[in-house]
């Protein structure tokens, strides 16, 4: 356990022996700003490197990811679906805060990463949860954010 950029995704690559560069990626990690964003299970496992990407649903997304955010931050109008999301005004501002700095933290977090890139990963979530399994130089992409010079 630690803080972004403490080392974990580090210390894990030389706990597995991923020496090369190229071996490195299966466990990304970077000296900017937080790179491994989602729970990754590491196992050992004979023959080439994959990873299994699990996907949410649009429903599940909604109710484990989004509505966590919107209970937190005071909001009544709770979508019931991925539609609501995309469509009901975003609230303005956090409700009544009892820690100010922190719910203005966690609305950035809801509106900058998940409201405004809403067109940049809605084509991920169908219907159902579902798993792809994808080949080593794709893992990067999959678990990890990356940000411009501007630290978005
Ligand atoms: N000097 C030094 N740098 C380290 C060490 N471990 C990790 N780093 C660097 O710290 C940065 C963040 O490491 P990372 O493993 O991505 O951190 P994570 O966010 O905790 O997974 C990377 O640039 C690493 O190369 C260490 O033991 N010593
Ligand atoms: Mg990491």
Do not use: W
Not at 38 to 62: L, R
Not at 133 to 143: A, D, F, G, L, T
């Amino acid at each position: 356990m630690g803080l972004a950029r403490q080392g974990k995704s580090t210390f894990l690559q030389n706990v597995a022996g991923l020496t090369d560069e190229e071996d490195q990626e299966i466990i990304p990690s970077s000296d900017r700003l937080p790179c491994t964003t989602v729970q990754s299970n590491i196992y050992h496992h004979e023959g080439d490197a994959c990873a299994k990407v699990f996907f949410h649903s649009e429903s599940s997304f909604i109710q484990e990811i989004i509505t966590p955010y919107y209970r937190e931050l005071g909001f009544e109008n709770i979508p019931k679906n991925f539609h609501e999301f995309t469509n009901l005004p975003f609230p303005p501002q956090p409700i009544n805060p009892q820690h100010p700095a922190k719910a203005e933290s966690i609305y950035k977090h809801l509106r900058q990463d998940y409201y405004v890139h809403l067109n940049k990963y809605s084509d991920l979530l169908q219907s159902e949860k579902r798993f792809l399994k994808v080949p080593k130089r794709e893992i990067r992409k999959s678990v990890s954010q990356s940000y411009d010079a501007s630290s978005q």
